[in-house]
C-alpha cells in the first residue's frame, strides 16, 4: 500500500534477474542472445492479491495460473501469501517440483512483516535480520536470485542509515553464503528516498546488495498506525520524489524492476506512469548493469478489494494491460 495520494496506491507488507556487472558471479546463467530484448518480463505475485486474499487462488497455484493465463514464464513470490511454508520443506519440494514441470523460473521472494532491519534497539534489529534467514533458505532452495526486503527503522534518516548498515549489511553477508541477493524495494518510509538509498547501498558495498526501483513507491510517509486502506491515506505525506528521476538514481543499484500500474485511459496507455517516458531509463539502465526481469505488478484488484472505488480493472486484464505496455517497450 503506497503512493495513495499520487496514484491511490497501497499494498503489503521484492526482483529482477541478474544484477550488476560486478554481482554476476552469483547470478543464475541465464543468457539471452544478442537479438534478444534486454529485459524478460516477470509476474510479481501481489498483481494477484485479491484472489489470494480470498482464498480464489493459493500460492502454490499461482505458478501455474502465471504460465497459462498469462503466457508468463517467471514469477516473483510474496511472502504473506505462504508465510507459514517458509521451512516446510514438503511444501518446497512440491512448489519446485511444479514450477519445473511448467518451465517456470522463480525470480525472487518478496518479503515482508519481518521486521525492521534499521530497528535502533539492536535486539530488536538483530531478530529481524534472524527473521529473513528463512527466506533466504527458500530462495536458494527454489532457484531464486534474491529476496526483496524493506528497509526501515525508528529515528532521524541518519539514525536509521547507521542502523541499516548494520542490519541490512548483516542480512547481505548471510545472502552472500548461500548465493543470494537482498535487495531492496522504495517502499512507503524512509526508502522512497531514492538519494537516501543509494547512499545506504553505497555504504554496505557488497555485490549481493542491491535495489528493486518500484515506479509507484516514490512518495514517502509516516509509518501508518495499521495496515488498512485507511490508515495509509490517513498517514502524513513527509516528500514526494519525481519517479522518473529516482529510478534514474536506483537503476545503477538495480537488480531487477517493478513496473507498477494501476490505471489504463481507452488507448491501453498507463495513467499513473508514462511507459513511453520510464522504459527508455530502464532499458538504458538494463542495458549498462544486467539482463534480467522487470515485473508485472498490477494493484487493481487489491485496492478492490480494500474498498477502493476508483473503476479499476479486474487482475487479469490489468495484468494483460501492463504486460502490452512491456512487450511495446521490447520492440
Given at each position: 500500500?503506497?503512493?495513495l495520494?499520487?496514484?491511490?496506491?497501497?499494498r503489503?507488507?521484492?526482483m529482477?534477474?541478474?544484477?550488476?556487472?560486478t554481482?554476476?558471479?552469483?547470478l543464475?546463467?541465464?543468457?539471452f542472445g544478442?537479438?534478444?530484448?534486454?529485459?524478460?518480463?516477470?509476474?510479481?505475485?501481489f498483481?494477484l492479491?485479491g484472489?489470494l486474499?480470498s482464498g480464489?487462488?493459493?500460492?502454490?497455484?499461482?505458478?501455474?495460473k502465471?504460465?497459462?493465463?498469462f503466457g508468463i514464464?517467471?514469477?516473483?513470490?510474496?511472502?504473506?501469501?505462504?508465510?507459514?511454508?517458509?521451512?516446510?520443506q514438503a511444501?518446497?519440494?512440491?512448489?519446485?517440483?511444479?514450477t519445473?514441470?511448467?518451465?517456470?523460473?522463480?525470480?525472487?521472494?518478496m518479503?515482508?512483516?519481518?521486521?525492521?532491519?534499521?530497528?535502533s534497539?539492536a535486539s530488536?534489529?538483530?531478530?529481524?535480520v534472524?527473521?529473513?534467514?528463512?527466506?533466504?533458505?527458500?530462495a536458494?532452495?527454489?532457484?531464486?536470485?534474491?529476496?526483496?526486503?524493506?528497509?526501515?527503522?525508528d529515528?532521524?534518516?541518519?539514525?536509521?542509515?547507521?542502523?541499516?548498515?548494520?542490519?541490512?549489511?548483516?542480512?547481505?553477508?548471510?545472502?552472500?553464503?548461500?548465493?543470494?541477493?537482498?535487495?531492496i524495494?522504495n517502499?512507503?518510509?524512509?526508502?522512497?528516498?531514492?538519494d537516501?538509498?543509494?547512499?545506504?547501498?553505497?555504504?554496505?558495498?557488497n555485490?549481493y546488495?542491491g535495489?528493486?526501483?518500484?515506479?509507484g513507491?516514490?512518495i514517502?510517509?509516516?509509518?501508518?498506525?495499521?495496515m488498512?486502506l485507511?490508515?495509509f491515506?490517513?498517514?502524513?505525506?513527509?516528500?514526494?520524489y519525481?519517479?522518473?528521476?529516482?529510478?534514474?538514481k536506483l537503476m545503477?543499484?538495480?537488480?531487477?524492476?517493478?513496473?507498477k500500474?494501476?490505471?489504463?485511459?481507452?488507448?491501453?496507455a498507463c495513467?499513473?506512469?508514462?511507459f513511453?517516458?520510464?522504459?527508455?531509463?530502464?532499458?538504458?539502465?538494463?542495458?549498462?548493469?544486467?539482463?534480467?526481469?522487470?515485473?508485472?505488478e498490477?494493484?487493481g484488484?487489491?485496492m478492490?478489494?480494500?474498498?477502493?472505488?476508483?473503476?479499476?480493472?479486474?487482475?487479469d486484464?490489468?495484468?494483460r494491460?501492463?504486460k502490452?505496455l512491456?512487450?511495446k517497450?521490447?520492440?
Open positions: 500500500m503506497e503512493n495520494a499520487q496514484n491511490h496506491t497501497s503489503r507488507e521484492f529482477g534477474q541478474l544484477g550488476l556487472l554481482a554476476a558471479s552469483f543464475p546463467a541465464t543468457v544478442a537479438a534478444k530484448p534486454h529485459f524478460e518480463i516477470s509476474l510479481a505475485e498483481s492479491a484472489s486474499f480464489k487462488l493459493k500460492n502454490m497455484d499461482f505458478p501455474a502465471a504460465k497459462n493465463d514464464n517467471a514469477v516473483e513470490y510474496v511472502s504473506m501469501f505462504w508465510a507459514d511454508k517458509a521451512k516446510d511444501y518446497l519440494n512440491e512448489l519446485k517440483q511444479r519445473t514441470d511448467l518451465g517456470v523460473q522463480n525470480v525472487l521472494i518479503v515482508d512483516a519481518e521486521g525492521d532491519l534499521g530497528a534497539d530488536l534489529r538483530r531478530k529481524a534472524e527473521n529473513h534467514y528463512k527466506w533466504v533458505d527458500a536458494k532452495f527454489l532457484g531464486c536470485h534474491s529476496i526483496r526486503v524493506n528497509m526501515d527503522g529515528g532521524t534518516p541518519e539514525e536509521i542509515m547507521k542502523a541499516g548498515v548494520d542490519g541490512y549489511g548483516k542480512l547481505v553477508e548471510y545472502g552472500q553464503k548461500a548465493g543470494i541477493g537482498v535487495i524495494e517502499h512507503i518510509t524512509i526508502s522512497t528516498n531514492p537516501w538509498l543509494v547512499a545506504l547501498l553505497k555504504q554496505v558495498n555485490p546488495a535495489c528493486l526501483p518500484d515506479f513507491n516514490f514517502q510517509r509516516e509509518k501508518p498506525k495499521a488498512t485507511e490508515a491515506k490517513d498517514s502524513k505525506i513527509i516528500h514526494e519525481d519517479k522518473y528521476d529516482g529510478v534514474k545503477p543499484f538495480a537488480k531487477g524492476v517493478s513496473a500500474t494501476h490505471f489504463f485511459d481507452e488507448n491501453g495513467t499513473d506512469t508514462d513511453e517516458k520510464m522504459m527508455p531509463i530502464v532499458n538504458k539502465g538494463l542495458s549498462k548493469n544486467f539482463k534480467g526481469f522487470v515485473g508485472i498490477y494493484e484488484g487489491f478492490k478489494m480494500m474498498g477502493a472505488k476508483e473503476n479499476y480493472l479486474d487482475e486484464a490489468g495484468i494491460a501492463t502490452a512491456l512487450e517497450a521490447r520492440m
